[in-house]
């Protein structure tokens, strides 16, 4: 079965700081293709995979904005979603202190819900102790 997964840091101003695609993803190829020997694909389809992906993630950007304001919750998940895949969101504790306002935005489509939710408090903590650090 193949996985999918993009994370993205989005800034206050909407602007990604950090994106990684993880994942494997089905084998379709022809023999005369180049091939990314790291997730098994074309690499034409790869990029193409992957603005598909930004596209998902920043659409959903408004709906997170809406729910931010209607919700105490840190963590969103589903709140979005295309195909088979669902975009799950935290979002910091940034209405307070501007500079900390960032949303950890995840493309995936497992549903373990709890794994998620554990990732997104990891990965909180390590960018406020990136940020504290002189």
């Not at 950007?61 to 840190?74: E, F, G, H, P, R």
């Amino acid at each position: 079965m193949a996985t999918t997964a993009c994370f993205m840091i989005v800034s206050r101003n909407d602007i990604p700081i950090y994106e990684a695609e993880v994942g494997t993803a089905p084998k379709k190829m022809e023999a005369a293709e180049q091939v990314d020997e790291e997730v098994n694909l074309p690499i034409n389809e790869k990029e193409d995979a992957a603005h598909q992906h930004q596209f998902i993630l920043h659409a959903a950007l408004d709906i997170v904005q809406d729910l931010a304001w209607t919700t105490s919750a840190m963590f969103l998940k589903a709140i979005d979603r295309f195909n088979d895949l669902a975009v799950s969101v935290y979002v910091t504790a940034g209405h307070i202190l501007h500079f900390l306002h960032t949303r950890l935005m995840l493309l995936h489509d497992s549903r373990n819900d709890d794994g998620i939710k554990t990732f997104f408090q990891e990965v909180h903590e390590l960018y406020i102790k990136v940020l504290i650090q002189p």
